[in-house]
């Protein structure tokens, strides 16, 4: 009730479908946490062939739309953390949303591989709707690094008001803005602060990750971005490129700066919003001061 009444709000169309072409199964998942070499690994999967890679900037950049079910399957979510068990659902429309049972083709289903947020709090899930996929662990090791980078990105980015208050004037930042701010609170477990409770949270995601393959017998490669290519290319039986592995600072991180003024565009559009808004105000007052 709650989405359906802000999509009156902030209409946003739902996403276009993404036909499963059977010949292209679900082929890798990146299951590692954002800020864990995402966009390196990214960049390294597309040339090893792989030709679609989902991953967290692409909501921005080429896929907003998406938000209007990333959001309800992210509220799912957050209240399972709260509830402790599995029995939630949200709505689509006139349609329930249940994570466990949800068909994940719906957003992914043009994509062979996926990673980050927030796909990547769905992890039991996909594990289930793709279980002939070869899983990636990419994480940091040094967790705390891991969490005051991520950290660091959430406070310049989310945690004041400018970006919050923009939001209200323009759709597809609102629902943007609102999936992030769900995620970042889902990783925030118990509290739904991250900075308290990220590191704790994180630690817990993989250890439960890791249970978890260990005890489907499921085959996965744990793997760090600083090993670059050897390990990836071994776990995915494929030839080591001669080109240095795409390492994301050296690479100049094109596809993240290609997110971020995607984003730009979504403020400008508010913001513009918001200066005919008070152009439309003071003239209103004017007129009536006037009159």
Not at 144 to 170: E, I, K, N, P, Y
Not at 196 to 217: F, M, P, Q
């Amino acid at each position: 009730m709650k989405d359906n009444l802000l999509q009156l709000l902030y209409p946003l169309p739902p996403p276009p479908p993404y036909p499963r072409d059977p010949s292209r199964p679900m082929r890798i998942l990146c299951l590692g946490l954002p800020r864990s070499g995402t966009d390196s690994l990214r960049t390294a999967l597309l040339t090893l062939g792989y030709s679609r890679v989902w991953h967290g900037f692409d909501l921005p950049l080429y896929r907003p739309r998406d938000c209007a079910l990333w959001v309800p399957l992210l509220r799912v979510k957050l209240a399972e953390q709260q509830a402790g068990h599995t029995t939630t659902t949200a709505h689509d429309g006139e349609q329930q949303l249940d994570p466990a049972s949800f068909d994940w083709d719906r957003l992914l289903g043009d994509c062979d591989a996926v990673m980050d947020m927030p796909p990547c709090l769905f992890w039991a899930e996909l594990l289930r709707f793709y279980p002939d996929a070869r899983v990636i662990v990419n994480r940091r090791r040094d967790t705390d690094a891991w969490h005051r980078s991520l950290d660091g990105a959430a406070l310049t980015v989310l945690r004041g008001w400018t970006l919050w208050t923009l939001s209200w004037f323009d759709p597809a930042l609102y629902w943007w803005f609102t999936t992030a701010m769900l995620w970042m609170r889902a990783m925030g477990h118990p509290s739904g602060d991250f900075g308290v409770d990220g590191k704790a949270w994180a630690e817990r995601y993989y250890d439960d990750l890791e249970r978890t393959l260990k005890a489907e017998g499921r085959e996965y490669l744990e793997w760090e971005v600083n090993e670059g290519w050897g390990p990836l290319c071994t776990f995915l039986e494929k030839e080591t490129p001669e080109e240095e592995f795409p390492w994301g600072n050296r690479a100049g991180n094109e596809f993240e700066k290609n997110a971020n003024r995607a984003v730009g565009r979504m403020v400008k559009r508010a913001a513009a919003r918001i200066g005919v808004l008070l152009a439309s105000v003071v003239g209103g007052i004017a007129w009536w001061a006037l009159r």
